[in-house]
T-cell receptor
Framework: DTGVSQNPRHKITKRGQNVTFRCDPI?????LYWYRQTLGQGPEFLTY????????KSRLLSDRFSAERPKGSFSTLEIQRTEQGDSAMYLC?????????????FGPGTRLTVT | GQQVMQIPQYQHVQEGEDFTTYCNSSTTLSNIQWYKQRPGGHPVFLIQ?????EVKKQKRLTFQFGEAKKNSSLHITATQTTDVGTYFC????????????FGQGTILTVHP
């Protein structure tokens, strides 16, 4: 068990550019979650996958955001045409099983700065 | 949509004093989880409460789930400097099995 890993750890981009983040969950964890966290706030749910199926997506998530988990293992989160308001820590978490009760294991996050 | 509020936002205590943070949901929850985030770190799971009125203890930490399953609390007895961090509650409603809604957290500072 090597834990949840995320790459890159930091990303600085200019407004209007596209960025992609990667999350590698704990092996054999069926569920994978993406959150966004800004300073002084709790993690804000973005979307989650059960295996390769994206089961729920936040209504707050604009069409510029897309996430994939093509083989049910790692996941990518892409933000197109970045805006300064997208600057935040993007957290990935995974959990075992298919139920909603399992604890979530968080990765170290990717800190995005949009200039 | 579902909202989860936490109070207080900040709490400064002297080492050895007790600490309590409260969590309130706008909707009935199927379960609630508590996480701790150290400065510069990521959230780490502490505990989950499922049953109405449930009380769980972990050493100096006591967690409670309200009878109506809309509120919860975390109490730390005799705080230590290692307790420093932000404590989040996160609730799950019965209509969304995957989504966790986090409160804004309580930042605990412990002065030695």
């Amino acid at each position: 068990d090597t834990g949840v890993s995320q790459n890159p750890r930091h990303k600085i981009t200019k407004r209007g550019q596209n960025v992609t983040f990667r999350c590698d969950p704990i092996s054999e964890h069926n569920r994978l979650y993406w959150y966004r966290q800004t300073l002084g706030q709790g993690p804000e749910f973005l979307t989650y996958f059960q295996n390769e199926a994206q089961l729920e997506k936040s209504r707050l998530l604009s069409d510029r955001f897309s996430a994939e988990r093509p083989k049910g293992s790692f996941s990518t989160l892409e933000i197109q045409r970045t805006e300064q308001g997208d600057s935040a820590m993007y957290l990935c978490a995974s959990s075992p099983g298919t139920g909603g009760e399992a604890e979530q294991y968080f990765g170290p996050g990717t800190r995005l700065t949009v200039t | 949509g579902q909202q989860v509020m936490q109070i207080p936002q900040y709490q400064h205590v002297q080492e050895g004093e007790d600490f309590t943070t409260y969590c309130n949901s706008s909707t009935t929850l199927s379960n609630i989880q508590w996480y701790k985030q150290r400065p510069g770190g990521h959230p780490v799971f502490l505990i989950q409460l499922v049953k109405s009125g449930e009380v769980k203890k972990q050493k100096r930490l006591t967690f409670q789930f309200g009878e109506a399953k809309k509120n919860s609390s975390l109490h730390i007895t005799a705080t230590q400097t290692t307790d420093v961090g932000t404590y989040f509650c996160a609730g799950r409603s019965g209509t969304s099995y995957g989504k966790l809604t986090f409160g804004q957290g309580t930042i605990l500072t412990v002065h030695p």
